[in-house]
């Protein structure tokens, strides 16, 4: 999917870096999303999304499956980009410490299989990347599915896509943070 970078700079009211390639990673224990978004001077592209997939089960087993996969993905992408920025959603502590161990050492392992391929990586909070595209819930009370839509709804209007999947539309978000120049 391609759309004119002015169009989404527009909607942002951000400026977009220019020719860079980012690659958001929607770190989950069962369903990883990942988006790879590239930019030129006149448009920004939805170079590739994927999803990881583990069945809930043995964790040594789920890990051993997610690395298989992240391994292929990343050989794939190594042989089509150079990523310049790596963003990893870093995890935070809900009420669930299994689950703030899985998604640490998920995001561990993407960091380590992707350090070679891109030059630069940075763990965000998905707050802070949804502030920095200015999402904003339509009330304070929105969460869970409700908060999934929303996501997935202002990622579509941004780049004017279909996206179904909240894990790929949270991955969108990380990497199009990662092109909104800093100040």
């Known amino acids: 999917k ?14 977009l870096i220019r020719g860079m390639i980012t690659i958001g990673f929607d770190v989950s224990m069962y369903s990883t999303g990942i988006a790879i978004l590239r930019t030129t001077d006149d448009y920004l592209i939805l170079e590739q999304v994927k999803v990881v997939t583990v069945p809930k089960g043995e964790l040594l087993d789920s890990v051993d499956l997610f690395l298989t996969q992240i391994k292929d993905f990343k050989n794939e992408v190594a042989q089509k980009h150079k990523i310049d920025l790596s963003i990893i959603e870093d995890c935070f502590f809900l009420k669930n410490v299994k689950t703030l161990k899985a998604l640490a050492r998920f995001g561990i392992l993407i960091y380590d299989k992707f350090r070679d391929v891109a030059e630069a990586t940075k763990f965000v909070l998905p707050t802070q990347a949804r502030r920095k595209v200015h999402f904003a819930k339509s009330d304070k009370k929105v969460k869970g599915e409700a908060l999934k839509k929303e996501i997935i709804e202002y990622v579509n209007y941004l780049l004017e896509t279909k996206i179904e999947s909240h894990d790929i539309a949270d991955a969108v978000v990380l990497a199009l943070a990662g092109l909104i120049k800093e100040e």
């Open 2 to 15: 391609k759309i004119k970078i002015s169009t989404v700079e527009n909607k942002l009211n951000e400026p």
